[in-house]
């Protein structure tokens, strides 16, 4: 078989057609969440994120095993988003708080699993998934979870627009802005723990930051970045996945699929990054979210 | 002190706001009618914007009393203000077109689901008129000038419709033909029974479209007429050796401390 044959021909395979499954819902709720994670330029918050995340799926699987880690991986994402949106808004740091907390619960989750018969085994899995390995149970519970998240964006959506663009006239307006950080976040740890067969606790960064930042590359019109950034995430799983089995069937080496994947994302960004910088300049649709811009805007007053 | 036989629309008695436990802005009182416009006036750091915050509810009250449109501050108040806040509070660089910004303005009347209706697309239609900035409906946010931004930005607040209007430094970066539409929406929105609240630091602009000052400077320094509170001792308590134009000539404090 041969890696272009893997493309169409490979996800007759159960194994193959449960992990593209898995990762299409994905690419549906992190394209989506992730083109807010850009416009609120959220990626280090969505990095604590995961990492708080972690030992709760680790938890999770020492107790109930790989389809009974949710149960343990929900609670922390809860607990997580929470912890992190009322950090937050206090007055410390948020990058230093951000911080504090990844590393903290990033290690408390690698202790937990160090409690389990095969460790390195079992911390290879969680952190970078078992892509090829999923259960239709993972396929089913991912699916849900996702939908989840998926709906709390659509539901919150122009709150989350308003908030985005202009936090203060939001807030005037009598959105929460405390409400929306909270659902939003919630939404980050739900792929989170979505993720976590998949592509793992360490490659889901790339599944929510990635699509949303090719998004914000390819277009200037709100409508359109939506749908890039889902399109681009599930072009990008299903030629990462058949990559990934081609490339191990042919030249008979196990390559990981989670891992081939988010190669894949990364390829694609850089792809579209390129394509930015040699089109004509008459041909852009706007300009980069340059994270100076703001930055350079001296503040007016200071309790501002 | 009364000025009007209008409705008072917002009242304000010993009111004070805070950032956390930090007390920006304390000592409030004031009324402001129906068809009036206040100017707000004091250095950087006053409390100008804070007072704009508290009165929106952004930030809370921790002291005194606030009453809008003869009530306390609720969902439905909320919905009857407009804000216009500072231009560079805003991303200038967000994916939208100034149409989607105007609209924002109709969000909490659509709640969470509602597609946005023939009315609101009117309301927003109207704004975009009433700010000369109709042809440029379908431009991206990002793509217009400085002093379109503002005028996109106050469209956006008046698409609510709004009773009150806050406006936080609106003359800023303003060329003259900007400003001067700037100040007749602001004339013709009080013939409308629109009550206004501005925050400046343009005196001659506030004696233009304005009927009452509030000068503070963390604390009230004083609240009345322009003639009233424009007088030498109160600008010498809010300022500290800062030019104020007052009337075209430009009065230099004493006291001059270097900001």
Redesign the interface.
């Known amino acids: 078989m041969t890696v272009l044959d893997s493309l169409t021909s490979a996800f007759a395979l159960p194994f193959m057609g449960r992990a593209l499954m898995v990762l299409l819902v994905l690419s549906v709720a992190a394209g989506v969440i992730g083109v807010f994670i850009n416009l609120r330029g959220l990626e280090f918050l969505s990095d604590g994120l995961t990492h708080a995340v972690f030992p709760g799926i680790a938890a999770g699987f020492v107790v109930g095993g790989r389809d009974g880690l949710y149960v343990g991986a929900l609670i922390a994402a809860i607990a997580a988003a929470i912890v992190l949106t009322l950090l937050a808004n206090r007055k410390v740091s948020s990058d230093a708080t951000i911080a504090i907390v990844l590393t903290a619960m990033f290690s408390l989750g690698v202790i937990f699993v160090s409690r389990s018969s095969d460790f390195s085994g079992q911390l290879e899995s969680l952190l970078f998934g078992h892509l090829l390995t999923v259960t239709a149970t993972e396929v089913v519970i991912t699916s849900v979870v996702a939908v989840v998240a998926l709906l709390l964006m659509v539901v919150t959506f122009r709150g989350q627009l308003f908030l985005a663009f202009d936090r203060s006239a939001a807030h005037a307006a009598g959105y929460r802005p405390v409400v929306l950080n909270l659902t939003l976040n919630v939404a980050i740890a739900l792929v989170v723990v979505a993720a976590s067969s998949a592509v793992g606790n360490l490659l889901v960064l790339a599944v929510l930051i990635v699509p949303g930042a090719v998004a914000r590359l390819a277009a200037g019109r709100l409508s359109l970045l939506f749908v890039i950034s889902a399109g681009f995430a599930m072009l990008a799983s299903w030629i990462g996945l058949a990559a990934a089995f081609g490339l191990s069937v042919s030249a008979d080496v196990a390559i990981p699929g989670g891992a081939t994947v988010v190669l894949v994302f990364v390829l694609g960004y850089l792809v579209v990054l390129g394509w930015r910088a040699v089109r004509p300049i008459s041909s852009r649709s706007g300009p980069l979210r340059s994270s100076d811009s703001r930055a350079s805007r001296e503040p007016v007053d200071n309790h501002a | 002190m009364t000025f009007s036989t209008a409705p008072a629309v917002l009242q304000l008695s010993g009111a004070a706001f805070a950032?956390?436990a930090d007390v920006?802005l304390d000592g409030v009182t004031l009324t402001v009618h129906a068809g009036e416009a206040l100017a707000l006036i004091g250095p950087?750091?006053s409390g100008?914007?804070?007072f704009l915050?508290g009165v929106?509810?952004?930030l809370p009250l921790t002291a005194g009393t606030l009453q809008i449109f003869g009530t306390d501050r609720t969902?439905d108040t909320?919905?009857s203000?407009g804000?216009l806040?500072?231009s560079?509070?805003?991303?200038?660089?967000?994916?939208?077109?100034l149409e989607?910004?105007v609209l924002?303005?109709r969000?909490?009347r659509?709640g969470?689901w509602r597609l946005p209706a023939r009315a609101d697309r009117a309301a927003a239609a109207e704004a975009l008129r009433v700010t000369g900035l109709t042809a440029l409906a379908k431009t991206?946010f990002?793509?217009l000038s400085g002093g379109q931004q503002q005028r996109g930005?106050l469209a956006?607040?008046l698409a609510?419709n709004p009773r009150m209007l806050?406006l936080d430094?609106p003359f800023?970066g303003l060329d003259q033909p900007n400003r001067d539409a700037l100040v007749e929406t602001i004339r013709e929105l009080k013939s409308h029974g629109v009550a206004v609240l501005i925050t400046t630091h343009d005196l001659v602009l506030a004696r233009d479209v304005c009927d009452t000052v509030l000068l503070v400077n963390g604390t009230q320094i004083a609240f009345g007429t322009l003639a009233d509170v424009l007088t030498l001792e109160n600008l010498q308590a809010a300022f500290s050796g800062v030019q104020v134009e007052v009337d075209e000539h430009t009065v230099v404090l004493p006291g001059h401390d270097g900001h």
């Open positions: 950032y956390g920006a950087n750091g100008k914007s804070t915050k929106l509810g952004i969902a909320a919905r203000l804000y806040p500072q560079d509070e805003v991303d200038p660089e967000f994916p939208v077109s989607q910004v924002m303005g969000y909490r659509l969470w991206r990002g793509l930005l956006r607040a609510a806050l430094e800023n």
